[in-house]
């Protein structure tokens, strides 16, 4: 069954150091997402990506964030300089249409920021 | 603010009964709803979704009711297994942006604890 991975699953990082994470979506999926889950609080929306371009965004996907599709199967998120507070669980998910059709999830990158 | 909210954190139902996990939402513009289920160190995984069309939909042993005048919608799982037990999360979008790539509001999820 095609599934939505992402890479690393696990990266540690120094505050104020640049992090990508990846995700390769599904393949004939045509829209992308990121999403955060600090821990013990619940999932938050980050951005959206649809047709080469950023659809929706977040107050929490500021000037520190951007998203890239950089060829035909890599979906990445980069925070340019990290804060402690950007560690998270962070789910890339990809579907096939926009709204009325369900998301997929990949496993997750815990991100940890010392 | 709490768009989408999931009062009950945990609930504990025994193996074969019912379980009804309730959620509800004050932004009146979502019109799609889904649930998602998932497990520790995994991500959310898709159970079944409903749109405001709708007032219930069904899929196996998961059926989801919605109550739009009341703005709650619920998730029952009959017979419950003890595979079932994971974190439930209740999410919903709306198409006010154009029907473009819209992003879930997740709740905060609950608990489901089946017992043997």
């Known amino acids: 069954e095609p599934e939505v991975t992402q890479t690393p699953s696990h990266q540690v990082t120094q505050m104020g150091q640049e992090v990508i994470l990846r995700c390769v979506p599904i393949?004939?999926?045509?829209?992308f997402y990121w999403y955060r889950q600090i821990l013990g609080q619940k999932v938050e929306f980050l951005v959206s990506f649809y047709n080469n371009e950023i659809s929706e965004k977040s107050e929490i996907f500021d000037d520190q964030f951007s998203v890239e599709r950089p060829d035909g199967s890599n979906f990445t998120l980069k925070i340019r300089s990290t804060k402690l507070e950007d560690s998270a669980m962070y789910f890339c998910a990809s579907s096939v249409g926009g709204w009325g059709t369900e998301a997929f999830f990949g496993q997750g990158t815990r991100l940890t920021v010392v | 603010d709490q768009q989408v909210k999931q009062n009950s954190p945990s609930l504990s139902v025994q193996e074969g009964r019912i379980s009804i996990l309730n959620c509800d939402y004050t932004?009146?513009?979502?019109?799609?709803f889904l649930w998602y289920k998932k497990y520790p160190a995994e991500g959310p995984t898709f159970l079944i979704s409903?749109?405001?069309?709708?007032d219930k939909n069904e899929d196996g042993r998961f059926t989801v009711f919605l109550n739009k005048s009341a703005k709650h919608l619920s998730l029952h799982i009959v017979p419950s297994q003890p595979g079932d037990s994971a974190v439930y999360f209740c999410a919903a979008s709306a198409s006010y942006s154009g029907g473009g790539a819209d992003g879930l509001t997740f709740g905060k999820g609950t608990h489901l604890i089946i017992q043997p």
């Open positions: 393949s004939n999926h045509l829209y």
């Open positions: 409903i749109s405001s069309i709708k």
């Open positions: 932004n009146s513009m979502f019109d799609y």
